[in-house]
């Protein structure tokens, strides 16, 4: 359908393109190449943060513009494709889709809620530990919120809650939508940001981050940080309602209507904990996380009895436009660093840096990371777009001979661990917005939550990077 609005901004994109290619003057460090992948980036930001296009609609014009102004070849123009970061994002639907249908995601959330007892308390710290183990099974932060919120909502309808009136709901809804966007901090294949971070940081350095490594770096910061975000949570949303027996009641009742596990049921959480060992012990066997999330899919859909999906229900769960654009990005940070774009952004707006001490130059990109916050819809654009200048200016300054043995995949890493921080608006983070759909939040009150919470994460990681991440050997 035309929009006048969209279509504005789709002109705006265009022009400020093509400025960027034919009108701008030749600059030290930049060649034709070079502008045209910034002239494209430029285009990328403005519909991404507009929302002008669908994704797809970007992906396919990302790619196009590439070609047709001389970025690169058709075949570098899709190499994002072939990228291990975005098929774990469509693996990682089709398992989350799995462990959903069959039920298993839902039987582990009520066995945990049905046994925390009468306490309110409880039932906050229930839902973290619930999303907390979500995060390691499915690999999709929004599948997650989906899978978790309609249980807390069942739970507010048990209680008597008046919609949009208890804090107790509201509590464990900022809960799932907060603390469980922090806990995916630390598992490389729980948001599709960060996998997309290790394609970008292979593609430029050649290093290969294993999900072994990521968990080792991300996961105790990630931990802590989730914990206390749920306490700060309770302290903001102290419940108002004490005894809790009745949805516990309710909990109880779906968990027995639910009967024993089915044979499908048992053959998923075989997969599944399966598949979570062998990302656990890559170092030992070598398997990329992507393949093992392959070979994951590969067993569900198989035509044996115990099948949990056909692959004509499984196509139906992957957002392709997500493909799209994510594949389309890739390609264009590829790009940005092949014509040198990337270095030539970082050397322009981040050379002032060059001189300061390591630990403070992550500290500002963690800084500034959160405040890019208000620009994009999700961190997955976020990190498509502004890691390849992240690794470029992370290269300057490995070169410097004071930062001799400095690693760049460690400064690159920590930086693209803190693009997840996207709580400020209801547009900022995915399950902001799902969170709202319950009707049981409030923008106005999304937004000072997520103002408490975006500052606690900024300050939480600079308080890291002084202490855990400089203790097991970064810096």
Not at 94 to 114: E, F, P, Q
Not at 125 to 141: D, R
Not at 367 to 387: D, H, I
Not at 449 to 472: D, K
Request: glycine share 8%; hydrophobic share 55%; aromatic share 10%.
């Amino acid at each position: 359908m035309f929009n006048t609005k969209k279509m504005i901004f789709i002109v705006l994109a265009l022009v400020a393109m093509l400025s960027m290619i034919y009108l701008t003057p030749e600059m030290p460090g930049l060649n034709f190449k070079g502008k045209v992948a910034l002239g494209v980036g430029i285009f990328a930001i403005i519909v991404w943060i507009t929302q002008a296009l669908d994704d797809a609609q970007s992906g396919f014009l990302i790619i196009a513009f590439l070609v047709l102004f001389g970025a690169g070849k058709i075949g570098e123009a899709l190499i994002g494709y072939s990228s291990t970061g975005v098929w774990i994002v469509v693996l990682g639907m089709i398992m989350a889709a799995c462990m959903g249908d069959t039920g298993l995601s839902k039987r582990l959330a009520l066995i945990i809620v049905s046994k925390i007892g009468k306490s309110a308390i409880n039932l906050y710290w229930a839902i973290s530990l619930v999303t907390l183990i979500m995060t390691f099974f499915i690999p999709s932060l929004a599948a997650k919120t989906l899978l978790v919120l309609p249980i807390i909502t069942s739970m507010g309808l048990a209680f008597g809650a008046e919609k949009g009136q208890s804090t107790l709901v509201k509590g464990l809804i900022y809960i799932v939508t907060i603390a469980g966007t922090m806990y995916c901090m630390g598992i490389m294949t729980s948001h599709a940001a960060n996998p997309i971070s290790v394609s970008l940081i292979k593609n430029a350095t050649g290093v290969d981050v294993s999900w072994m490594e990521w968990f080792k770096i991300g996961m105790p910061p990630a931990l802590l940080m989730g914990l206390i975000a749920t306490y700060i949570i309770i302290k903001m949303f102290p419940p108002d309602i004490e005894d809790i027996s009745a949805g516990r009641d309710v909990m109880n009742q779906q968990l027995n209507e639910m009967g024993k596990m089915s044979p499908k049921e048992i053959y998923a959480f075989v997969i599944f904990i399966a598949t979570l060992l062998l990302w656990a012990t890559d170092k030992l066997h070598g398997l990329n996380a992507t393949l093992v999330a392959m070979l994951a899919v590969a067993a569900m859909i198989a035509p044996v009895p115990t099948q949990v999906m056909t692959w004509k229900e499984a196509e139906k769960k992957v957002p392709w436009n997500v493909f799209i654009v994510y594949g389309a990005g890739l390609s264009m940070g590829s790009l940005l660093v092949k014509t040198g774009a990337a270095a030539w952004l970082a050397s322009t707006f981040f050379h002032p840096l060059l001189s300061l001490d390591v630990k403070l130059q992550v500290v500002i990109f963690i800084w500034l990371m959160l405040a890019l916050q208000v620009l994009f819809t999700g961190a997955g654009p976020k990190t498509t777009a502004l890691t390849p200048v992240v690794i470029a200016h992370a290269i300057a300054v490995a070169a410097l001979p004071a930062n001799a043995g400095m690693q760049v995949t460690a400064f690159v890493l920590l930086v693209a661990m803190n693009m997840l921080h996207q709580y400020l608006l209801p547009v900022s983070n995915l399950p902001n917005i799902i969170g709202l759909a319950t009707e049981e939040i409030t923008s106005s009150e999304l937004i000072k939550v997520g103002a408490i919470m975006s500052l606690f994460g900024a300050v939480f990681c600079t308080i890291m990077v002084y202490t855990y991440w400089s203790w097991i050997g970064l810096f």
